[in-house]
């Protein structure tokens, strides 16, 4: 069974397609089915909530009337909230479901919380969790058990928010990586002699120059760099080129709109002028940096209501305007700067501040260890006395068990001590040898008798 196509625009805005299905044209149901699903899996929005904002969606459309009413509404009916109230009207047991999602991510917060505070040695058994989660935007803090209507619109509202500051936060992040890049190769010119670091110097001047030495990059968007495309990618006659035709060539999904990733994937060939993995001086995460510029732009001017999808009859009008037959000149990332020498000092000095910081942590936990370390041989000697102790008292009891056996008389049959007499025969019953020499020869007579 075919599943209709809900692909509304604030899924697209949240790069969200889960659960969600486009009606193929001629093509086997099962193979477009397994593709979706492929495709589902690898996207990803970057947001830290990403798993609870799919689960949500997920539930969500497992209602017949949200399903509906999703199909319907527009994105201006979601942002404002209008959507969040049909959530009263959802079937008992999505509520239920709900309701469960949001308490395991409350107890994930906490968990985050918890472990963030204990790094920083804070202790967090007196801190106030309730109050703690109010940071979080994309649930409602006071209601810590149930999903309720503004929970969906905090979560709808949030994640709007968040990724229309993503790629601020991607370009930002790039700016970092290459202010990085400069630090390592001045800190590793540094450490060689005279005569090798002007050889190393010379050689990254000739690879910079050679990554520089590429062919002319078109405008994106414009008709020579879509008119490429038409030709080498769609393997037609660029004299043939019909927008309309090329629009629906690259709806991918064919859904009636080009996303963001669609948009991305007609790059390609341009960025490939410029960047080679196989080259030494090509930087693929320049490149990347350089697809995110080019859509971007395109975004920028083709994307008329601002909801981060190109439709048909927006793509068509683009291709109206003067920029689109003769465009400026397009400048890759190679042409300027993208920092200034003040902000890298800025950031090495930042470096610094961290690798001192790591250090003092660093010898922290040494002396901690080291402290322990003296610690278990105090126990481990401690344990030794008692093993030793313990030793001498059982061989003292043992010894005084054996010496208790030697002198006691053995019992007799009922437990009774038995004593043996000693009986001596009459020829052995002698007088001692010296009463012997003094005893008379004859008994004496006439002794008196008194009565």
């Known amino acids: 069974m075919r599943r209709m196509n809900l692909k509304p625009a604030w899924l697209l805005l949240l790069f969200i397609s889960a659960a969600v299905w486009s009606v193929p044209i001629d093509r086997n149901e099962a193979e477009q089915d397994q593709k979706q699903e492929a495709q589902e899996e690898n996207m990803d929005t970057g947001l830290y909530y990403d798993r609870y904002l799919r689960e949500v969606i997920e539930v969500l459309e497992t209602d017949p009337h949200f399903r509906e009413k999703l199909q319907t509404a527009n994105t201006e009916d979601i942002k404002n909230g209008r959507l969040s109230k049909e959530l009263d009207l959802v ?62 619109e905090l979560l709808i509202s949030t994640a709007t928010k968040d990724l229309e500051n993503y790629d601020a936060e991607r370009h930002e992040e790039f700016k970092r990586y290459e202010m990085l890049k400069e630090h390592e190769r001045r800190e590793y010119l540094k450490g060689l002699d005279q005569e090798k670091r002007e050889k190393e110097e010379k050689r990254l001047q000739e690879l910079k120059e050679k990554h ?15 008119r490429e495309v038409w030709e080498e990618t769609d393997g037609l006659d660029p004299k043939e080129f019909n927008p309309k035709t090329f629009f629906k060539l690259h709806d991918a999904n064919e859904d009636g709109v080009l996303d963001e990733q669609e948009l991305e994937a007609l790059f390609t060939k341009e960025l490939e002028k410029v960047y080679d993995p196989k080259n030494e001086e090509d930087d693929m995460m320049e490149m990347e940096e350089e697809r995110l510029r080019m859509r971007e732009h395109v975004m920028k001017n083709v994307d008329l209501n601002k909801d981060r999808l190109v439709s048909l009859e927006e793509f068509l009008k683009s291709t109206e305007k003067k920029e689109f037959s003769n465009p400026k000149d397009w400048e890759t990332l190679d042409a300027k700067p993208l920092y200034t020498e003040e902000e890298l000092q800025r950031f090495e000095a930042e470096l610094r ?26 126990l481990e000697a401690q344990k030794r006395e008692y093993q030793q102790a313990v030793l001498e008292m059982s061989q003292r009891q043992k010894q005084q068990q054996e010496t208790g056996n030697e002198q006691q008389p053995p019992a007799g049959p009922n437990g009774q001590l038995q004593f043996e007499p000693q009986t001596h025969k009459p020829e052995e019953i002698k007088a001692p040898a010296e009463a012997q020499n003094h005893l008379p020869a004859e008994p004496p007579q006439n002794l008196p008798i008194h009565t």
């Open 353 to 378: 501040d961290k690798e001192q910081e790591l250090k003092r942590k660093a010898e922290t936990l040494r002396q901690e260890q080291e402290l322990l370390r003296e610690r278990g041989k105090a």
């Open 91 to 152: 079937g008992h047991h999505v509520r239920t479901r709900l309701d469960e999602l949001k308490r395991q991510e409350v107890s994930r917060l906490r968990m985050l919380l918890k472990a963030k505070l204990d790094s920083a040695n804070t202790q967090s058994l007196q801190m106030d969790h309730a109050s703690l989660l109010k940071q979080f935007e994309h649930l409602d803090p006071h209601n810590q058990n149930t999903f309720e209507a503004k929970d969906l």
């Open 212 to 226: 520089q030495q590429h062919p002319k990059v078109n405008a994106p968007g414009s008709v020579a760099q879509l």
